[in-house]
């Protein structure tokens, strides 16, 4: 079995994700009308499924996407596919899982009343995490110039939908110049975010992160921190308009995402930011881990 061998359920099928399984008139791949979440696992837990899901539901109504099955079937399946993932490899650790439902096929055409039945895709692989190096280093960021975020009166960011051009485009900029990740502002000139993470900065003491009114992923390591993290380790934060102007003055940055939780960043082009063990953001990363441990300890039957 190929070490990069990815597990994939389409509609309940599992099979080699390499294998073709959707229709060409799948209006996911013709229009990226599509819906998509992803979870991972600690100590084989997955982690978040109720946040997640809730977020899948506000994404499908959004788009008035019909879900194809209930949270419940839906959780048998990713069992059912993490655990062929595990007996095609044998690879113990941590899981990445990535669920995509589109609307399904049909006549060509943007009406969507042709759309069919909705179709799932579920694919499974490991969780590669926060790579060592980017730990003692950060990551390296850059400004997106010659693109902005979608405005939320357009295609909201908040819908997590399977059209990523605008995310995927800054990126490109970024890596162009060298960087791992990019910045992304909205039209105003405000941080949003970066192509797959929401960000955080500190200064003098105190985490700043933007808003959610600039137009992004509401992320769910996000809201977690917001909401539970950062209060219970005493953590300040707040949500505040950051514009480019104020990166020199940010002494710490870092991402948050699914995959990678908090990630500490080293740079945003030339403004260099404080990576250490004895900084804000690794405590705020100890303090996610604590957290995590108490739902993993809770939910011992959401083992993959």
Not at 79 to 85: I, K, L, M, Q
Not at 252 to 261: A, G, I, N, P
Not at 296 to 303: E, P, S, Y
């Amino acid at each position: 079995m190929s070490a990069d061998y990815i597990q994939a359920n389409t509609n309940g099928r599992l099979h080699d994700a390499r294998e073709p399984s959707i229709a060409p008139l799948n209006r996911g791949f013709l229009y990226g009308d599509a819906i998509y979440e992803v979870w991972r696992t600690y100590d084989r837990v997955l982690f978040a499924w109720t946040e997640h899901w809730d977020r899948l539901e506000l994404s499908a109504a959004a788009l008035h996407l019909t879900l194809p099955c209930t949270r419940e079937v839906m959780l048998g399946e990713i069992r059912r596919t993490a655990t062929a993932f595990r007996s095609a490899t044998g690879y113990r650790g941590e899981l990445y899982i990535r669920l995509q439902i589109t609307r399904g096929g049909g006549a060509i055409g943007l009406d969507t009343g042709l759309a069919d039945r909705p179709d799932f895709v579920l694919l499974v692989q490991p969780n590669k995490g926060l790579p060592p190096e980017k730990l003692q280093s950060g990551y390296r960021l850059s400004l997106a110039t010659g693109l902005h975020r979608n405005h939320p009166g357009t295609l909201n960011p908040a819908w997590k939908t399977g059209n990523y051009l605008n995310n995927i485009l800054c990126l490109r900029e970024a890596r162009a110049r060298g960087a791992d990740e990019v910045v992304i502002t909205n039209l105003a000139g405000e941080v949003t975010e970066a192509a797959v993470a929401n960000l955080g900065f500190v200064r003098d003491g105190e985490v700043l992160t933007p808003p959610l009114q600039a137009g992004m992923l509401a992320g769910i390591t996000r809201e977690l921190v917001i909401s539970h993290i950062a209060p219970a380790a005493g953590i300040r934060i707040r949500e505040v308009t950051i514009l480019p102007a104020d990166f020199s003055r940010m002494e710490e940055c870092f991402m948050l995402s699914t995959t990678k939780d908090v990630a500490p960043v080293g740079s945003i082009d030339g403004h260099h930011y404080r990576v250490a063990a004895d900084t804000l953001t690794m405590r705020l990363k100890a303090a996610f881990a604590e957290y995590v441990r108490g739902c993993v300890a809770r939910n011992t039957d959401l083992q993959l």
